[in-house]
């Protein structure tokens, strides 16, 4: 059992619940009890928590929960990182290691808002791709029962640590070891896909194994940025819907278990020129959907932030082939670029239509994965649409 007694647990559910419900994420009964059921702490009893440390790195610092006083760092509406990928962790000190995050204990307001967003119904089939912790697979189950809850994972050590820890509160759903794009029990039809780690484009299993009127909910990665969408899958399974009204963003699905696999990138072309801009960082940072709408008119395009040798930060968009063109957050409205021309042209053309119609929010854009495997997006009310 876990080291912390549930009771102890039950005031910081409560309020934790309150806080859900109070941010429009919990908005129905069944949600609200399966969160008030669920104990967070059992699910992460430990943590990294970054920080900068006395040299200027940063770095994530491990955090235990196991004392009760401790127990309300575990029940707030934070994301918390579970699991360092060994390829690029390395320790600092005797807790704190460097490197990039595999796994984490996402949102629980990012979280509640998707399983709302998903229409769960009592009786629904439900596959999780990205078991994590198991926390999220613990709510399925609260709210279904665990014999309707799959949940698959890339890592198996991760998938042994979720078992057992769903045990100790007496859930036992399928957990499935593998590659959750493409690899999970045969002869099942789900009603909902809920993905808690992003891919490009839907994988062709999800939409074979969604029965019909089915839902998918998965974090689509489309470069720049991405977002989550809300698909159903009608009989000729075509994935149908568009981008939801809360936002939300996960870590890249990957096809092995601890590591990302790496880019490759053209070295950055020389230098060409510097000339004033209409589109500025603080304008890219601060519209979330403008860079949802940069994802679909840039493809190959990278957003980066760029730190200069004087310490100045600016916003950097890159291609493939080596072209780039970077604003600076401070000073003169400015773009400087190098490589082929145009792909500044394109932002600025985008930050006009953005605006010209009306700052459109990321829920405006619709998304179809065609049976045969093309896929678009669309701006809802104009029709205006970008091949994917
Ligand atoms: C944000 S975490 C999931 C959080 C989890 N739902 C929870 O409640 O703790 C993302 C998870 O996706 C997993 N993942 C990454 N690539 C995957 C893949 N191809 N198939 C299945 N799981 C994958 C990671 O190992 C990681 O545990």
Redo the contacts with the bound molecule.
């Keep these: 059992m876990s080291a912390t007694p549930h009771y102890a647990a039950r005031p910081h559910l409560a309020d934790l619940v309150e806080e859900l419900k109070a941010k429009g994420a919990i908005r129905s009964e069944p949600w609200a009890e399966a969160f008030a059921t669920v104990p967070r702490h059992v699910?992460v009893p430990r943590w990294y928590e970054q920080e900068t440390n006395d040299r200027g790195i940063t770095v994530w610092r491990l955090q235990h929960s196991i004392h009760e006083d401790r127990l309300p760092q575990v029940y707030r509406d934070t994301t918390l990182v579970t699991?360092l990928d060994p390829n690029t962790a390395e320790q600092v000190d005797t807790n704190a290691w460097t490197g990039f995050p595999?796994?984490?204990?996402?949102l629980p307001s990012l979280?509640a808002g998707m399983l709302e967003d998903l229409t769960i119904e009592d009786g629904h089939r439900v596959l999780?791709?990205?078991?994590?912790?198991?926390?999220?697979?613990a709510l399925l189950c609260a709210r279904l029962g665990d014999g309707l809850v799959h949940s698959?994972?890339?890592?198996r050590a991760?998938i042994a640590t979720a078992r057992e820890r769903l045990a100790q509160i007496n859930y036992r759903p399928q957990i499935i070891d593998?590659?959750?794009?493409d690899c999970f029990p045969t002869g099942i039809e789900y009603d909902r896909i809920i993905a808690?780690?992003s891919v490009p484009h839907i994988p062709p299993a999800w939409i074979d194994r969604t029965r019909p009127d089915g839902i998918i909910l998965t974090d689509l990665d489309l470069g720049i940025e991405g977002g989550l969408v809300r698909l159903s899958v009608d009989a000729d399974h075509r994935a149908f819907g568009h981008f939801t009204a809360s936002g939300g963003r996960?870590?890249p699905?990957?096809?092995e278990a601890t590591a990302y696999p790496r880019r490759d990138r053209a070295p950055l072309a020389p230098e060409t020129a510097t000339r004033a801009t209409t589109v500025t960082a603080a304008d890219i940072r601060s519209n979330y959907p403008f860079r949802l709408l940069l994802a679909l008119e840039l493809r190959d395009a990278e957003l980066v932030y760029h730190s200069a040798d004087d310490g100045t930060m600016s916003i950097q968009l890159q291609q493939p082939d080596g072209s780039w063109a970077r604003t600076p957050f401070v000073g003169d409205a400015t773009v400087t670029h190098g490589g082929l021309p145009g792909l500044w042209q394109k932002a600025e053309a985008a930050w006009a239509w953005w605006n010209e119609h009306g700052r459109p929010s990321q829920d405006r854009f619709g998304y179809a994965r065609e049976p045969w495997g093309t896929a678009r997006a669309w701006h809802i009310p104009t029709g205006r649409h970008w091949d994917l």
Excluded: Q, V
Excluded at 102 to 106: D, E, K
Excluded at 128 to 137: C, L
């Design positions: 699910f699991a595999t796994s984490s204990s996402t979280m999780e791709i990205g078991t994590g912790t198991g926390y999220n697979a698959i994972d890339i890592d991760l593998g590659d959750g794009r808690t780690c996960f870590m699905a990957r096809s």
